[in-house]
């Protein structure tokens, strides 16, 4: 209550400005009114989030939503938000910027010691959600082309082991081996759906050019990105720990968190230079970076490189996902195929995720909280399906806002379901032993 209370404060104090501002002459007015009613908002729907017990960034969707949605009341305020190129742009940096911190959270060594019963998951974990959600697309979306039915199942690819995480710290059960196989999978399976997404994405581009769709297409893009993935983590991992032992012989302020956002945006340039999506760069150059790298930058001092991005993460990130909520045309919710779209999509993300859950091979392991700790979809599935928004098939969009509000709809549910369902989980198997 106090959070919706706030909004309409907000909203109210700014409201009379808001009248103003579009006409106004310097086009940065209006983006700095924005971001300041973002950020606000942003913080208010994250805070209410979690003193529920979920995720900030749930919060911060679903406020973007009810931004969105004033427009029904006659209140439309904000339509100039969601379509403001610059907003738009710094929304696109603030996903290149929170793929970098993915990114660092893991490393290239780590990946190769994960085991096999992780990459047995993460390999059941990409390819059963694929077939899911391609095979909901055949069946619900009949009208649409193949090309779409392939990015739905892209879309279901996605894991946001965040979430899972901060369950399995939060029960101080991050040491176990369902969590280590958890996360350990979960790194895999990011790469593993960044370079379906880029081979799907690829075969739509090419398809919206009109060039022909055949195996030799898919072969070329797969071999692409498979490429610039080795390529950027075998170069990047022999040349950055040089580069930064350079950069750490200047002594201007900042030199580390400069050097590393120029490695990321530079990586993530690659990528859309041969024709991946940028963010595909932008987590290979997080996953590339080790502390170790930055010894000589600690040594005198300076912060660690996460702390550096947290506050540019903090200002950034918010406006992608408060936007994406503003994106959701809530009208659509009205529609039984929209509805029953998420609801399917739904059913095949969580028993997809299940089925991964196979591969956890030998020993006693908890294969049920394995699943469970699979299911939730939360940035990375709203990052895959904004991919979609600005993809074409002649004058087709591949996600539209239907397809959109349900792909929004399932991130929601399974980003819900996930933290009570793995501590029940876990809880029963404690009981168990």
């Not at 077939?131 to 946001?160: E, K, N, R």
């Not at 170790?292 to 991005?309: A, M, Q, S």
């Not at 501590?423 to 404690?430: V, Y």
């Amino acid at each position: 209550m106090r959070v919706k209370l706030g909004l309409l404060v907000v909203a109210a104090a700014v409201a009379p400005a808001l009248a103003d501002v579009a006409g106004h002459a310097d086009p940065i007015t209006p983006v700095v009114l924005a971001l300041a009613i973002i950020l606000v908002a942003a913080k208010l729907g994250g805070s209410l989030a979690a003193r529920l017990g979920q995720p900030p960034v749930l919060g911060e969707l679903l406020v973007g939503v009810l931004l969105g949605s004033l427009d029904l009341f006659g209140l439309g305020w904000f339509e100039f938000m969601p379509a403001n190129p610059i907003l738009d742009a710094l929304a696109r940096i603030g996903v290149l910027i929170l793929l970098f911190e993915v990114g660092l959270e893991s490393t290239v060594h780590e990946m190769m010691q994960v085991g096999v019963p992780s990459l047995l998951v993460a390999i059941l974990g990409v390819v059963t959600p694929f077939a899911l959600g391609w095979g909901v697309g055949a069946l619900m979306l009949p009208d649409h082309s193949i090309y779409v039915h392939a990015f739905l199942g892209a879309m279901l690819t996605a894991t946001s082991v965040g979430i899972t995480a901060r369950v399995l710290k939060d029960l101080n059960r991050s040491g176990s081996p369902e969590a280590k196989i958890i996360l350990g999978a979960a790194v895999i399976d990011d790469v593993l759906g960044l370079v379906i997404l880029a081979v799907v994405s690829g075969i739509i581009t090419a398809a919206g050019s009109g060039e022909p769709f055949s195996p030799l297409a898919i072969g070329l893009i797969l071999g692409k990105a498979m490429l610039f993935l080795f390529a950027a983590l075998f170069i990047g991992g022999t040349l950055s720990p040089r580069v930064f032992r350079l950069a750490s012989r200047f002594r201007a302020g900042g030199v580390l968190l400069a050097s590393a956002l120029a490695f990321c945006f530079l990586l993530s340039y690659l990528a859309g230079v041969v024709g991946l999506a940028p963010i595909v760069g932008a987590y290979a150059a997080g996953l590339v970076l080790e502390k170790v790298h930055f010894r000589d930058f600690e040594l005198r001092g300076e912060r660690h490189l996460e702390e550096l991005i947290a506050p540019i993460s903090a200002f950034l990130v918010p406006v992608f996902f408060v936007l994406m909520g503003m994106r959701v045309e809530v009208e659509v919710f009205g529609q039984t195929q929209v509805l029953v779209l998420a609801l399917v999509l739904t059913l095949a993300a969580i028993v997809g995720k299940q089925a991964c859950s196979l591969g956890a091979v030998g020993g006693k392991l908890d294969r049920l909280s394995i699943g469970l700790g699979m299911i939730p979809r939360g940035e990375v599935g709203l990052i895959f399906a904004n991919v979609g928004l600005t993809l074409m098939i002649g004058t087709e969009r591949v996600v539209d806002q239907g397809i959109f509000s349900a792909v929004v709809i399932m991130v929601i549910v399974t980003t819900l379901v996930t933290p009570p369902a793995l501590k029940w989980s876990l809880g029963r198997k404690a009981v168990e032993r």
